[in-house]
């Protein structure tokens, strides 16, 4: 079974940078879509970034574009969101997810992460 495991939270100034890591392990028989998530108090979890196998096609929402790039090293199964400019609002649980059934645009998640905290004071 796939599993995928995050690293890389923290507490962060404000300006500050991060890079997440989620690591992929398991049964992988197919290329897959990999995203990230996150989760602030008192909110719903949102999309933050995805990337196709290829690493080609990118996608992000709006509040990261320009601050957050999401990256893959398929020979090492690893996932990446390096955050840059980080802002208090960027405060959340961060989740990263696999997508086995379908294209970057259908956002069929399959696997999650545990999650990890990622703290921006100001």
């Known amino acids: 079974q796939v599993q995928l495991v995050e690293s890389g939270g923290g507490l962060e100034q404000a300006g500050g940078s991060l890079r997440l890591s989620c690591a992929v392990t398991?049964?992988?028989?197919?290329?897959?879509?990999m995203g990230w998530f996150r989760q602030a108090p008192g909110k719903e979890r949102e999309f933050v970034a995805a990337?196709?196998?290829?690493?080609?096609?990118?996608d992000y929402t709006d509040s990261v574009k320009g601050r957050f790039t999401i990256s893959r090293d398929n020979a090492k199964n690893t996932v990446y969101l390096q955050m840059n400019s980080l802002k208090p609002e960027d405060t959340a649980v961060y989740y990263c997810?696999?997508?086995?059934?379908?294209?970057?645009?259908?956002?069929?998640?399959?696997?999650w992460g545990q999650g990890t905290q990622v703290t921006v004071s100001s």
């Open positions: 398991g049964r992988t028989f197919s290329s897959y879509v």
């Open positions: 990337i196709s196998w290829s690493g080609g096609i990118t």
């Open positions: 997810a696999a997508n086995f059934r379908g294209s970057i645009w259908t956002r069929n998640y399959d696997y």
